[in-house]
């Protein structure tokens, strides 16, 4: 079992596949896009499953792959498939934009998969095309409907809460009500911005005034719900909630068959409950989302031994900090560290 330096036991990695997406979202990345890591800065596939085996030995026994978009990524069916042989991995997961998943969905599970987010942060087509700044809706909403026909399961869609966008959150509430979908509702969090918490103009965008907390989330859908006739919004137990790694607060409509959550880096900080590790498609080793540190995983895959890549896993858990403090702004955007 993996422990970091506070006690906490660190079984989860998050492993970004690409720094590339197929679109370009407003709170991720410049309308221009960022610079492509080269070919052979990028881990190989081959590298990424050696250090996950390793990481497996040490204590890691959950993996999430994410990116970019990991389903740009050349050859990911087969890398699941290989991921999924390693001993003592309890399960791997996906965090996709959804517009490719159609296309993927039943080899994916074939291959062992079954756990899916979908990134999704309106429901309205001009809002979601701007938003994305290219992305079809039609494409995400199909991408959902092949991930139940498939047997995915649980299926849960995460929106980031912008004040400055046209959300409709009692829309996404209602999506819960016909089946076991689990929406998430997340913070917007200053990832990519500068040390004062604001981005360059054109840059990923985070303000202040763009912050929503997931206490005025909850009781304007607590309200709106109220309103629209579907009951009270009621906390679901901890063991009746849908499973997961992370830490969400789930919440329910009456008894519909799914849930609504709230995910509050910011305004409740989780920093005592982290589980995780994060490697970075170029090749980097991250102990917390907030922090700038990390330690060069890739350097050490191509010239060093089974015992010095486990040496910088240690030394990741070693490091990671008891808290971020409510740091704002990091030199690396979302779509580089890995969503």
């Known amino acids: 079992m993996a422990t970091d330096t506070y006690g906490r036991r660190i079984d989860y990695l998050r492993i970004s596949l690409t720094d590339?997406?197929?679109l370009r979202c407003v709170y991720c990345m410049p309308a221009k896009g960022v610079v492509w890591k080269p070919h052979d800065e990028i881990l190989t596939l081959e590298e990424i499953e050696r250090f996950a085996a390793i990481a497996v030995e040490e204590g890691i026994s959950k993996i999430r792959l994410t990116g970019g978009e990991p389903l740009v990524r050349k050859g990911i069916i087969g890398h699941v498939r290989r991921l999924k042989s390693f001993t003592g991995l309890e399960a791997i997961a996906l965090t996709t934009n959804g517009t490719?998943?159609?296309r993927y969905a039943e080899q994916l599970v074939d291959a062992g998969l079954t756990r899916v987010n979908v990134s999704l942060d309106s429901l309205d087509p001009e809002v979601f095309a701007?938003?994305?700044r290219?992305?079809?809706i039609e494409d995400a909403l199909a991408g959902i409907d092949a991930a139940f026909a498939a047997g995915m399961g649980p299926v849960k869609l995460n929106a980031v809460v912008v004040r400055s966008l046209e959300q409709d959150?009692?829309?996404f509430a209602r999506l819960t009500l016909d089946r076991p979908v689990h929406v998430r509702f997340i913070e917007y969090m200053p990832?990519?911005?500068t040390a004062e918490g604001e981005c360059e103009p054109g840059a990923e965008g985070w303000t202040r005034a763009d912050h929503v907390t997931a206490d005025e989330i909850l009781e304007r859908l607590a309200?709106?719900?109220a309103a629209a006739g579907l009951g009270a919004l009621t906390p679901v137990q901890r063991d009746k909630a849908p499973g997961g790694w992370g830490p969400a607060r789930y919440y329910r409509f009456g008894d519909a068959p799914g849930t609504v959550g709230v995910i509050t880096p910011l305004?409740?900080?989780f920093c005592g409950e982290c589980n995780r590790l994060r490697l970075t498609a170029d090749g980097r080793l991250r102990a917390c989302l907030f922090s700038d540190e990390e330690i060069d995983v890739r350097s050490v895959l191509r010239g060093g031994t089974d015992e010095d890549v486990r040496a910088t896993i240690r030394s990741a858990l070693e490091s990671k900090p008891e808290s971020h403090s409510m740091r704002v702004g990091t030199t690396r955007g979302m779509s580089q560290i890995g969503g």
């Open 130 to 132: 701007r938003i994305t």
């Open 134 to 136: 290219c992305g079809r």
């Open 100 to 102: 490719l998943l159609a």
């Open 169 to 171: 959150l009692l829309g």
């Open 223 to 225: 309200a709106e719900g």
């Open 267 to 269: 305004s409740h900080h």
């Open 191 to 193: 990832v990519g911005g």
């Open 20 to 22: 590339r997406c197929n």
